[in-house]
């Protein structure tokens, strides 16, 4: 069975950072691309960031956390993170680690086939 | 970046009706769209891929149809299990964008 736990999430003031972590099981991390996705308290879906299986190094985050979030894996620990600097109240949400589907060749799909549960990430003073 | 739409919002509807919901794209996106459905305090549901695809384990009375930059999700006979919220989304290219959501409501 596919699981994803989403773990890392706090109470931050503006200006600090966190790291959620993804812990992934019941497939094979290493050969599938994931993201993160988040969505604020009441809104809709936003996706944050994207990152390639290990056989390519591609990476893509959303204009309004560049250069602020980075995201990176861990093959050998089954896990995905997020480092999050310079945190704003915008970014107060739910973020969820999501796996991108694989097709023919194992080419990704870039829609989300299995996901998470949340962390909550709340950004206040 | 291409931009989602949904209408409509909100939708209030009884078991048994028939629902269609529609999405929207700023730009032609084949047919790279996928439908999720959401309930208060959960992670989405992948419902259908390829804008008609049903996922396994989707029950049948969910379908999609459309492609270019109109789609539609439709259920054929709502279902008490069926009151969420559904968004749809676009994978033809990065960034890769929701839209706002249709809440289905009992009416």
């Known amino acids: 069975e596919v699981q994803l736990v989403e773990s890392g999430g706090n109470l931050v003031q503006p200006g600090e950072s966190l790291r959620l972590s993804c812990a992934a099981s019941?497939?094979?991390?290493?050969?599938?691309?994931m993201n993160w996705v988040r969505q604020a308290p009441g809104k809709g879906l936003e996706w944050v960031s994207y990152?390639?299986?290990?056989?390519?190094?591609?990476?893509y985050y959303a204009d309004s956390v560049k250069g602020r979030f980075t995201i990176s894996r861990d093959d050998a620990k089954n896990s995905l993170y997020l480092q999050m600097n310079s945190l704003r109240a915008e970014d107060t949400a739910v973020y969820y680690c999501?796996?991108?589907?694989?097709?023919?060749?194992?080419?990704?799909?870039?829609?989300?086939?299995?996901w998470g549960q949340g962390s909550l990430v709340t950004v206040s003073s | 970046d291409i931009q989602m739409t949904q209408s409509p919002s909100t939708l209030s509807a009884s078991v048994g009706d028939r629902v269609t919901i529609t999405c929207r794209a700023s730009?032609?996106?084949?047919?790279?769209l996928a439908w999720y459905q959401q309930k208060p305090g959960t992670a989405p549901k992948l419902l259908l891929s390829k804008a008609s695809t049903l996922e396994s384990g989707v029950p049948s009375r969910f379908s999609g149809s459309g492609s270019g930059t109109e789609f539609t999700l439709t259920i054929s006979s709502l279902q008490p299990d069926d009151f969420a919220t559904y968004y749809c989304?676009?994978?033809?290219?990065?960034?890769?964008?929701f839209g706002p959501g249709t809440k289905v409501d009992i009416k």
């Open positions: 990152i390639s299986s290990s056989r390519s190094s591609t990476i």
């Open positions: 019941g497939f094979t991390f290493s050969s599938y691309s």
């Open positions: 730009q032609s996106i084949s047919r790279w």
């Open positions: 989304q676009q994978y033809n290219s990065y960034p890769f964008t």
């Open positions: 999501a796996r991108n589907p694989t097709g023919i060749f194992g080419i990704p799909r870039y829609y989300f086939d299995y």
